[in-house]
Structures are given as C-alpha cells and as structure tokens.
C-alpha cells in the first residue's frame, strides 16, 4: 500500500512552525494509522503521541471531549500543544469507525491548528454532562499506565517507540510504561492529565 503523501504534506504544512521533529512524529503516527485503514480511537492515538511527546520534553496536553461536525457531536480524544489542536485520529475516525463514517463526510487532519482555525468544532465537555455510558467514561480516573494494561486493540508502548523510531526493547518500553504511571486520566476542561 502507498503512503497517502497528500495527508503528509498536510501534515507538514500545518507544523511548518513547530520543528522536524515533531512533525516527524505526527507523520509517522499517521502512517502507522493509514496503513491499518481501520477505525483508530481516539483515545489510543491521542495517549501513544502524548507519551512520545512527553518523552521527547514536550508539554501536550490530552482533552477529552466533544467534536462537532457536519451537524454531529461525538465524544473524541485530542492534543492541545500549547493552544494548539493535534488531532490526527479524527481522519481515521470518519473514513472508518462504523457509525461515524455512516454520518458524515471524512475530514482531514487538524495539526497545530488554534481552535478558531480548525475545520470543526471541540469542545470541552464533562461525561457526567454528556454520554455517561461511553466508553471513554470508564478511563476516567486511570493512569496511563492502567489504560496501557487494557488497551486491547494496541500495544501502546511498542506504538510509542516504533513512532519515536527508537528501539522497543524492554528498557525502553520500561521507561515509557513508569512515565505513564506518573499521569491520571481526568474529567476536568483542559486540564485532563497532570502528574500524579
């Protein structure tokens, strides 16, 4: 299968202004993605980039929330870097979750993109508020690390490392995993993981 150079380049232009290295990574993610060409959460994808972000010294922040698009609000994951939206889960997500895709038309990437720019809506949202039976309710209060231990559909750890293209031997994965444990899910507008 080719690589879909139209979304990297996308991709590209919208980090121009964040550096090599982390826009090396949100492509590499998104290769990793598209190459599976399935429904990819969310949650997963947006907790495996802020782990290899926060291993390589950034800040991001995880939102849990609310999207709204072509007239349909959905519960979503998504990164805030420093304001900004890193939301690259929501192309897969509306090419091939099976209700979504069903609803509306696919959107592409969001990549540091400030809020008022993005082609949809976010919102913050509490679950206690809205969707009280999602699936995303049942990670709130976890670490990372617990999210990692019931991750299913991934091997998160392994995913960090082959984005960050360093080895997934076990005193990497190790370092990862105790870096997870540092941070908790919340259910808090903006603030959804701080340490401990």
Same mark, same amino acid.
């Given at each position: 299968?080719?690589?879909?150079? +139209? ?14 290295? %982390?826009? #090396? ?7 990793? &993605? ?5 429904? !990819? ?5 947006? =907790? ?10 950034? #800040?991001? &922040?995880?939102? %849990? ?8 609000? *959905?519960?979503? $994951? ?5 304001? /900004? ?32 720019? $993005?082609?949809?809506?976010? *919102?913050?949202?509490? *679950? ?15 670490? &990372? !690390?617990?999210?990692? #231990?019931?991750? +299913?559909?991934?091997?998160? %750890? !392994? ?5 960050? /293209? =360093?080895?997934? =031997?076990?005193? /990497? ?6 870096? !997870? ?16």
């Amino acid at each position: 299968m080719s690589k879909d150079y +139209e979304t990297i380049h996308l991709i590209q232009e919208q980090m121009e202004d964040v550096g090599d290295e %982390l826009t #090396n990574l949100v492509v590499r993610m998104y290769n990793r &993605l598209e190459k599976k060409q399935r429904y !990819a959460s969310g949650l997963s994808t947006s =907790i495996t980039l802020f782990l290899a972000m926060k291993y390589l010294g950034y #800040n991001p &922040l995880l939102i %849990l929330g609310t999207v709204r698009l072509q007239g349909v609000s *959905f519960p979503h $994951a998504w990164l805030d870097l420093y304001g /900004n939206i890193v939301d690259i889960a929501i192309a897969e997500d509306t090419k091939y979750h099976p209700v979504l895709s069903e609803k509306v038309k696919p959107v592409k990437v969001q990549c540091c993109r400030s809020y008022d720019e $993005a082609e949809l809506d976010y *919102f913050d949202f509490q *679950f206690s508020d809205m969707w009280p039976m999602h699936g995303m309710k049942q990670v709130v209060g976890k670490t &990372l !690390a617990e999210y990692i #231990n019931s991750a +299913e559909e991934i091997d998160i %750890l !392994a995913e960090v490392c082959d984005i960050l /293209n =360093i080895s997934a =031997i076990v005193d /990497n994965g190790k370092k990862i995993y105790e870096m !997870a444990k540092e941070y908790k899910i919340y259910d808090t507008a903006k603030e959804v993981y701080v340490n401990g």
